[in-house]
C-alpha cells in the first residue's frame, strides 16, 4: 500500500498543489503561477499575492487530485508549508491544508519550504535512477533565499527507504537573493519579468561570448570581498554596478526606453528583446550572470571540498538557470564531486516537493499539531 501524500505550497507567487506516493513517485504536481499578475509591478505585491492564493487554492487542490484519478478521501496525509515566505499567502494553503486534513481525520505535516526544495532534488534523482551520497551540500537559490547547508541523512524510522535529513547553516546571502539581483537587474534594464529565464536566453546573444565560456573572465564585475565567513554570499554590490554603469553610459537610455514600450505592447519573447538589445547591453548581461553564476559555484564548491562532503546539490528557481549548470556539470565532469539538480520544472516553487519533504518527517514520526501557524522567518534544523 503506497502512501500518499496531498502537497500544498503558496509561500510566494505560486498556488501548488501535487500528491505524491511514498514521497518519490509523482502521481501529480499542479502549479498556478501569479507571474501575469504580478508582473505591472515588477515584482510580487504580497497583499495580492494572498488574494490570488485565495481564488486557485480550491481549483487547484481538485486539479491535482484529478490528475492523480483520486477523492479526497483517498489522501493518506497532508502536508503543507509553514515558512519561510508570505505570511498573508503561506496562511492561504496552510489554513486549507489544515482544515482538510481534520475534515478528513488524516495526519497534518508542516514543511519548511527550504527542506522542500532540497527533496526537489530527491525527487528528480529517484526519476533519473540515481541518489546523491550524504553528506552532501545543499545551495538553495532563488528569488526569495541564496542559503548553503551542509545536508547529513539517516534512513526514516518507519520506512527506511526514505531519508531523514538534518542541516547545518554554512552560509547564505547577506543582502539580495541571487534571484532577487536578477530580477532587479531585469528591471532596470527592460527586459521584463520575472528576470531570471529572459537573462538567461539573452546571455546566450551576447557577443563576447561570456556566457558561453562560462566559468570565464566577467571584467566588469570582480566579485565580492566579503570579509568572515568565506560561504557567505553578497548580490547587491553587483545589483549596484550595473545601475551604476548604465547611469553612466547614456547611450543605453534610448534602448532601455524603446524596450519599455515594447514590453508594454506585450512583446515579452527573448528574440523580441533581444532585438532591441545593443551588443554592449547584450555584453552588460552576459557579464552580469557569469559574475553570478561563478560567485555561486566557486562558494559552494570550496564549502563541498573543505567540508569532505560526497555531493553537490543545487535546487531553487535560479537553480533552472543554463549557465549555472554548465559550470556545475563541468566541475563535476572534470573530477569534481557529483552534482545534483532539480528538472527545471521541480527548480521552481512546486507542491511536489513539499509533499516529499513531508512524507520523510510523516516516515519520522511527526505530526503538526493544532496550533500550527504560518511562520515569514523559519531556520531550517
Ligand atoms: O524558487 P522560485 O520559484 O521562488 C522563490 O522561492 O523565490 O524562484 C524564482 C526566482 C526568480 O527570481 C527568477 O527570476 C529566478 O528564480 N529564475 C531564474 C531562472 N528561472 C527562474 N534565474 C536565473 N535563470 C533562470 N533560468
Ligand atoms: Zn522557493
Given at each position: 500500500m503506497m502512501i500518499r501524500i496531498l502537497g500544498i505550497e503558496s509561500s510566494c507567487d505560486e498556488t501548488a498543489a501535487a500528491i505524491v506516493a511514498d514521497g518519490r513517485e509523482i502521481l501529480s504536481n499542479v502549479v498556478a503561477s501569479q507571474v501575469e499578475v504580478h508582473r505591472k509591478y515588477g515584482g510580487v505585491v504580497p497583499e495580492i499575492a494572498s488574494r490570488e492564493h485565495l481564488r486557485h487554492i480550491v481549483p487547484v487542490v481538485r486539479e491535482a487530485l484529478d490528475r492523480a484519478g483520486?477523492?479526497?478521501?483517498?489522501?493518506?496525509a497532508v502536508g503543507v508549508t509553514r515558512g519561510p515566505g508570505l505570511v498573508g499567502a503561506l496562511l492561504v494553503g496552510l489554513t486549507y491544508g489544515k482544515v482538510l486534513a481534520q475534515a478528513l481525520g488524516k495526519p497534518l505535516v508542516a514543511v519548511n519550504h527550504l527542506e522542500g526544495h532540497v527533496h526537489a532534488v530527491l525527487l528528480e534523482a529517484h526519476r533519473a535512477g540515481a541518489q546523491p551520497e550524504f553528506p552532501a551540500v545543499c545551495l538553495i537559490v532563488s528569488g526569495g533565499h541564496t542559503q548553503l547547508y551542509g545536508v547529513a541523512a539517516a534512513p526514516a524510522a518507519?520506512?527506511?527507504?526514505a531519508l531523514q535529513l538534518s542541516y547545518q547553516r554554512l552560509g547564505g546571502t547577506r543582502d539580495d537573493a541571487a534571484g532577487e539581483a536578477y530580477d532587479k537587474v531585469a528591471k532596470l534594464l527592460a527586459l521584463g519579468y520575472p528576470g531570471g529565464p529572459i537573462i538567461d536566453q539573452l546571455a546566450?546573444?551576447?557577443?563576447?561570448g561570456a556566457a558561453i565560456a562560462g566559468y570565464g573572465a566577467s571584467p566588469k564585475f570582480a566579485p565580492p570581498k566579503l570579509r568572515g565567513n568565506p560561504y557567505d554570499f553578497s548580490f547587491s554590490g553587483i545589483k549596484t554596478a550595473v545601475l551604476y554603469y548604465v547611469r553612466d553610459h547614456a547611450e543605453f537610455q534610448p534602448e532601455i526606453a524603446a524596450r519599455k514600450a515594447a514590453l508594454q505592447e506585450g512583446k515579452r519573447s527573448a528574440a523580441e528583446i533581444a532585438a532591441l538589445c545593443s551588443p554592449a547591453t547584450l555584453d552588460l548581461i552576459s557579464q552580469f550572470q557569469s559574475a553570478v553564476v561563478r560567485d555561486l559555484a566557486a562558494r559552494t564548491l570550496a564549502a563541498a571540498r573543505e567540508t569532505g562532503v560526497r555531493s553537490v546539490l543545487v535546487s531553487g528557481g535560479v537553480a533552472a538557470n543554463s549557465e549555472l549548470r554548465r559550470v556545475f556539470d563541468a566541475s563535476a565532469q572534470s573530477g569534481g564531486l557529483p552534482v545534483f539538480f532539480p528538472s527545471r520544472a521541480l527548480s521552481t516553487d512546486n507542491a511536489a516537493m513539499i509533499a516529499a519533504a513531508a512524507y520523510s518527517r510523516l516516515m519520522s514520526g511527526e505530526r503538526a499539531g493544532e496550533d500550527l501557524d504560518a511562520e515569514a522567518v523559519l531556520p531550517l534544523i
Open positions: 483520486m477523492c479526497l478521501a483517498d489522501v493518506d518507519e520506512d527506511p527507504a546566450a546573444w551576447s557577443p563576447t
